[in-house]
Each structure stands twice: as structure tokens, then as C-alpha cells.
């Protein structure tokens, strides 16, 4: 062989050689890439299975959140409901004249002006205690007023139970904890 041919061997030799190992390093990039999309794979699926699970355990709080909202409204609801229906007899009674209000005078009260006996007649069920009944137009203002303050008292007590049934969740809340100070 002559000394161009030896040269054109080894040539080739080694352009088989490169062409070789340039093919194995290829295989063994891509079974790299294929582990590392197989393992990102596996981490997208437990990803997506945690937001799932958190999701899901977002909607039950919700959930059992609205139901406890729900009841707390009917029963607010039966309380006004309540009130109104007592208010309202407690109205008939009084425009009927089945019910008097009155009140206690203070027999001692010199500023009054007012000549009451210090001692209470037989006609009376109370003993020792005087009283004036009120005019009926002046006793249906009164009623009209407690059944007003009733009202707002049971809207009140409707209000501060769903603050507390609303407060726990929105406190619990990543978004308003990294809010807080």
C-alpha cells in the first residue's frame, strides 16, 4: 500500500470512528431527553394531582360554608318571622283592648303633679304599686318602636353570624394570610 493510501485508510478509519461515536452520543441524548421528559412528566402529573386535590378541598369548605350561611339565614329568617308575628298579636291585643300598657307612677315624686292615692284600690291586681295606663294610640307607638329595635337586633345577630361563619375561611385564605402585617 502505498503511503497515500494508508493515509486515505486511516482517514476513513477515522471518520467511521467519529461518524460512530457521534451516533452514540446521539442515542445516548436521547435516552437522557426521554428520562428527564418521563420525570417531568411524573412531576406535572403529581403538580396537577395536588391542585386537583386542593380544589376539590376548596369546594367542600365552600360548600359546607354556603350550607352553614343557608341555616343561619332560615333561622334569622324564623326569628324575624317570629317577631313580627308576636308584634303583631301583641298589636291586635292592644287595639282591642284585650291588653293595657301602663306604668308605674312614683307616689312619692312630689314634681310630678300628679294626686295618686299612696295606696292601691281594690279594683287592682298589683298590690302597693300604682300605675297609669297609657293612651292606646300612645301604647301602638311604643310597640312599633321595640318591634323596630327588635328587628335590628335580630338583623344584628344575622350579621355578626356571618361574620363568624365568613371570617374563618377568608382568614385561612394564602392570599389574605401573605396580606396581613
Known amino acids: 500500500m502505498t503511503p497515500g493510501q494508508i493515509l486515505a485508510v486511516i482517514l476513513l478509519a477515522m471518520a467511521i470512528s467519529a461518524g460512530g461515536t457521534w451516533q452514540v ?13 418521563g420525570l417531568h412528566q411524573g412531576e406535572l402529573a403529581g403538580v396537577s394531582a395536588a391542585a386537583a386535590k386542593q380544589v376539590s378541598e376548596e369546594q367542600g369548605r365552600r360548600l359546607a360554608l354556603e350550607q352553614t350561611l343557608a341555616t343561619s339565614d332560615q333561622q334569622h329568617s324564623r ?18 283592648a ?5 306604668v308605674l307612677l312614683d307616689a312619692t315624686d312630689s314634681a310630678s303633679g300628679c294626686n295618686v292615692p ?5 279594683v287592682g291586681v298589683v298590690h302597693g304599686v300604682q300605675r297609669a ?49
Not at 98 to 102: N, P, T, W
Not at 118 to 122: F, I, K, L, Q, V
Open 25 to 37: 452520543q446521539e442515542w445516548r441524548t436521547g435516552k437522557m431527553l426521554a428520562e428527564q421528559a
Open 98 to 102: 284585650d291588653v293595657r300598657l301602663s
Open 118 to 122: 299612696a295606696t292601691s284600690g281594690a
Open 133 to 181: 295606663q297609657l293612651d292606646s294610640a300612645h301604647a301602638q307607638r311604643i310597640i312599633a318602636i321595640t318591634d323596630a329595635g327588635d328587628q335590628g337586633l335580630i338583623a344584628l345577630r344575622a350579621c355578626q353570624a356571618y361574620v363568624r361563619a365568613v371570617a374563618p375561611s377568608i382568614l385561612s385564605t394564602p392570599a389574605a394570610a401573605s396580606d396581613s402585617p
Open 79 to 96: 326569628e324575624l318571622s317570629d317577631a313580627q308575628r308576636a308584634q303583631v298579636y301583641l298589636r291586635d291585643r292592644l287595639a282591642t
